[in-house]
């Protein structure tokens, strides 16, 4: 019965936290994008929050890079049925991931908030948090349910790529999120932050590297959004000024993403090779297998 009690507990609490992440995320874009009017619950005019907004720092991204938000939340709501109505997805989501999804939603939910009221030291805290959880998860999946030699296509779908995807949104908000909690706006930047700032970018090329190469298959979602991430980079401080400073701190941003796409690369081709040379065949279904 404690076990049964368990159970329908983790269950109700993936489905409410992760409504409430989404519904924070839609919430807020519904602003950013003008969708909507101002409300008594939105923070103050002198915010001017949203995703996309905000403090101008040498790792501001380009807004459409927070698009990847939307893809995130349509896997997670795949990732939600999986866990619902498959014995495999109770296993992975309730059995071993246990507690971790629901915290993730909800640190996630409250990095959300600071992040938009402008709270920068408090959203980096959070950030530190989230990206930490989210990277433990993604390895928790990886080394409990992911097969070194063959690949099954729900599993990837519902659970490997979400997870996967997300980590790699984590560690980039860490990234421009530690920029913004402590370096001054670009107007006003030095030679330290500009420093740090090629610092963060080798760092996120870094873990680009570091996901691609941890396994035979790579990882192809993780590595694509921080190769994104940097371009987005590029390509919002490519056209927000002329200042060479800037410009500098640009081609940074570009010549780094470069050298991701070669972990993007390796990922891509490590999962073909998994297909093709691993097993000889992406893995449908168990009882297909055993007919």
Do not use: C
């Amino acid at each position: 019965m404690a076990n049964i009690r368990s159970y329908f507990t983790l269950q109700l609490l993936n489905v409410l936290t992760y409504l409430w992440f989404t519904a924070a995320n839609v919430f807020a874009f519904s602003l950013s994008f003008g969708l909507r009017n101002p409300i008594d619950i939105d923070p103050p005019d002198q915010y001017k929050y949203g995703y996309g907004l905000g403090k101008e720092t040498y790792l501001t991204p380009s807004p459409w890079i927070y698009g990847v938000l939307f893809l995130i939340h349509i896997l997670f709501a795949g990732t939600v049925a999986f866990a619902q109505w498959t014995d495999r997805g109770k296993d992975i989501v309730v059995g071993s991931l246990n507690f971790r999804w629901p915290l993730l939603m909800v640190l996630s939910t409250v990095w959300t908030g600071t992040w938009l009221r402008q709270w920068y030291v408090w959203s980096w805290l959070f950030s530190i948090a989230v990206t930490g959880l989210a990277i433990h998860t993604n390895r928790v999946v990886k080394r409990n349910y992911r097969l070194e030699n063959e690949l099954d296509v729900k599993d990837e779908i519902f659970i490997h790529v979400p997870f996967s995807l997300f980590e790699g949104w984590a560690i980039l908000t860490l990234a421009v999120n530690t920029f913004a909690a402590f370096a001054p706006i670009s107007l006003g930047a030095g030679l330290a932050s500009k420093i740090f700032a090629v610092w963060i970018l080798a760092a996120i090329s870094g873990m680009a590297h570091l996901s691609a190469f941890s396994t035979r298959a790579g990882d192809i979602p993780s590595t694509l959004i921080l190769t994104l991430g940097q371009f987005a980079i590029f390509a919002h401080q490519i056209s927000r000024s002329s200042a060479n400073s800037r410009h500098v701190i640009a081609w940074f941003a570009f010549s780094f993403g470069i050298v991701s796409v070669w972990a993007l690369a390796k990922s891509v081709w490590g999962t073909v090779d998994v297909v093709r040379n691993g097993s000889g065949a992406v893995r449908l279904e168990e009882d297909e297998e055993r007919q």
